[in-house]
Structure formats: C-alpha cells, structure tokens
C-alpha cells in the first residue's frame, strides 16, 4: 500500500470549515508537509509542521498533527471558492532530500 | 529570490517523436533537482533526482532520460514517445534548509497523440 494516504474528494460550502486528512506510515517522519495545487499549475508549499509538533496554526489554516495514530490534518477556516485545489499531503524522513507524497484531496468549494 | 521555471507549457507530439523539457533555477546554488510525473486523476509520480551535475538517480525504468548540464539546470529526455508518456511533468529544487521542502515549476502539460 502506499506510504502516504488521503481520501480523494472533499466538497464544502462557502464559509464552512475544510477538514483534510492524512496518515501515513513511517514513524520515523521529520517533517510533514501540506502543499497546495491550483489547476494547470505547479504545487505550492501551504505549511509544514516539524515531528515535535502537536499543532501550528497560520491565519485560516490549522494543522494537527497525532503522532500516534501517524494522522496529519489540515482544517481551512472560513473556506472560500479560491480555495478550490488539490491538497497534497508529503512526508520526509530525516536524512532523506525526497518526500512522499499523498494522491492529493481534490477540495470543492460551492457557494 | 529564487526562482524556477520549465519549459515549454504545453507539448503536442506524435508517438515515437523525441522530447526535450528544460527547467532552470535561478537564486541558488547546488539545488537538489526533480522530475515528477502527474497523470490524470493520479498522484505524484517521482522519475529523476539529481543532487549535482551529472548525477542522476532514476526512480522507474522507462524511455525517458534526464540530464543535469549545468548547476541549476535538469533537462527531461525521451528518443521515442509512447502514448503513455503524455501526463503533467513538474520540475522542482529543494536547498539546505533542514525542513526540506520542494519548490515547483508550474508544470509541462505533454499529451502525446
């Protein structure tokens, strides 16, 4: 199975809150990572949260991380249609320069 | 500032036609350097690293190649195209920072036809 996992769709309405959910399986993960696609365009590095963290928040959004349970999340605040993407999900292990990524969770976003 | 970028956009080209996508990195030096394969209603799929000239690692056998002339430079290769190529190749650097993140090109759309 893959080393990354995430459900594939996530649709909201305007103004609700957005709950992303990741697990992964190495527990030896250092850094983990939510990247953001826009359609026809490269990813883009939303926030990371370092393997000592329980949480990190910034403006809309929220990251929690349960190390236990190897389960990363990302909650949007107040989502908007300009949130509409592809959310990645990425691990990396100490010592190594590649991540893996997650398929991504197409979020929706419908007035 | 850093930047990255890869060319062309957006490729149209016959099954068995070489191919050729640039990407170059300005504002760092010694970048660790990616070719990534994303095919419709999939993930990412990584087919090249390299972390200095001339060094290549492959992470699936294929008809592609990939090149690393210069520092800040990754070129992606094929000598004949198969219709399974076509997909959105992204390119992306990562440097020195212990959080290691990549930084992304914004994508070559190739179909091959």
């Known amino acids: 199975g893959e080393d990354v996992e995430q459900s594939l769709f996530l649709s909201v309405r305007e103004g609700d809150s957005s709950v992303i959910n990741c697990t992964y399986t190495?527990?030896?993960?250092?850094?983990l990572y939510w990247y953001k696609q826009e359609p026809g365009a490269g990813l883009q590095l939303l926030t990371y949260?370092?393997?000592?963290?329980d949480m990190k928040q910034d403006q809309r959004l929220t990251v929690l991380l349960n190390k236990k349970d190897k389960h990363l999340s990302l909650r949007i605040a107040d989502t908007q249609t300009g949130d509409s993407a592809i959310y990645f999900c990425a691990e990396r292990i100490g010592g190594s320069y590649i991540p893996t990524f997650g398929r991504g969770t197409s979020l929706i976003v419908h007035p | 500032s850093q930047t990255i970028h890869q060319w062309p956009a957006t490729l149209v080209q016959p099954v068995g036609s070489p191919l050729s996508l640039e990407c170059t990195v300005e504002g760092t030096s010694n970048p660790n350097l990616y070719w990534y394969r994303q095919a419709a209603g999939r993930g990412l799929q990584l087919l090249f690293y390299s972390v200095g000239i001339g060094q290549i690692s492959s992470e699936v056998p294929q008809n592609l190649s990939a090149s690393r002339p210069q520092d800040r430079q990754f070129i992606l290769s094929s000598k004949k195209l198969l219709l399974s190529d076509s997909g959105f190749y992204l390119c992306a650097w990562s440097g020195l920072a212990n959080t290691g993140e990549l930084f992304f090109g914004e994508g070559s759309r190739l179909t091959v036809l």
């Open positions: 949260i370092f393997s000592n963290m």
């Open positions: 190495d527990s030896s993960s250092t850094y």
